[in-house]
């Protein structure tokens, strides 16, 4: 057995056996962040990915529901892994192997037309339909209030006017729709000029807003003209200032507060940065 094989459990391990024998493992590409396991692997000379959770991550369910409920048409085209295997009471699935190349920090990451595929990839996911979602604003704000409970960095006197403008959020009902949950470069492979889209660990019915926001927070900044193609291939702009204002609050504070918690400084330092943009940027 390989060596890397080791950060799966006893029970990971063996369904991993029984699906893929002679598995051997290629490459681990896990963030090294939390306590995940992302592993490239071959079987008898093809290539999958395997994933699994530990004590403290629970992702496997959700990217289940993603392969189980919307990921077909992207499959079919070639713009998404297969699924091979996955048992969720294990927390441990096997997809086929998406050969491309990370658009994080390549070239392909500079290009408009990465981001036009990229809308017009996401605008299709949306569009499989979704519902109206009575607790998703008051489960949301409740969240935001408990992580600023959480050991931080977020000066006092700030924190104190995020509280009230959190506790000033309406709670009425939403449309929630298939998202992906970290839609940004880091999850897009290009292939041959082809968008394609990985991890869907974090996917789940939620507001269309959600799947923009990491865009703003760093790419959107960089290039006026790629969030234009962005827009462009999703084919309209749902960006309403005051629901806009929301989510880009929650993701900023999200992230400032989770990115203390694992030790992550520079993540941690956007987070901040985030939460100054959305406030200079709120509506008057």
Do not use: C
């Not at 992230?255 to 330092?269: C, P, S, Y």
Request: avoid cysteine; charged fraction near 30%; hydrophobic fraction near 40%.
């Amino acid at each position: 057995m390989a060596a890397s094989l080791a950060s799966l459990s006893v029970d990971q391990r063996r369904l991993l056996e029984q699906w893929l024998p002679g598995v051997q493992v290629v490459r681990d590409h896990a963030w090294g962040l939390v306590d995940n396991v992302v592993l490239e692997v071959e079987a008898d000379q093809q290539g999958y990915i395997v994933k699994a959770d530990g004590a403290s991550t629970n992702h496997i369910g959700r990217e289940l529901d993603a392969h189980e409920q919307w990921l077909s048409p992207w499959v079919d085209d070639g713009r998404a892994p297969r699924l091979i295997a996955g048992d969720r009471d294990v927390q441990i699935l096997v997809t086929e192997y998406l050969p491309g190349e990370l658009v994080l920090d390549s070239p392909a990451q500079r290009r408009p037309d990465t981001f036009r595929q990229a809308g017009r990839l996401l605008a299709r996911l949306h569009a499989q339909g979704g519902r109206r979602d009575s607790t998703y604003e008051a489960r949301e704000n409740t969240k935001i209030l408990a992580n600023l409970d959480k050991p931080h960095r977020i000066e006092p006197v700030l924190e104190a006017g995020l509280r009230r403008i959190v506790s000033s959020w309406p709670s009425g009902p939403v449309q929630v729709v298939p998202t992906h949950g970290d839609w940004q470069p880091r999850n897009w492979l290009i292939h041959d000029g082809e968008v394609r889209v990985i991890d869907f660990g974090r996917a789940a019915l939620r507001p269309v807003l959600t799947d923009w926001v990491r865009l703003e927070a760093k790419d959107f900044r960089q290039d006026s003209a790629i969030e234009r193609a962005f827009v462009d291939g999703y084919g309209s702009d749902p960006r309403e200032p005051d629901v806009w204002l929301r989510e880009r609050l929650r993701e900023a504070i999200n992230t400032a507060v989770w990115a203390h918690l694992v030790g992550d400084e520079e993540f941690e330092a956007q987070g901040h940065s985030m939460i100054d943009r959305a406030l200079a940027d709120a509506p008057a």
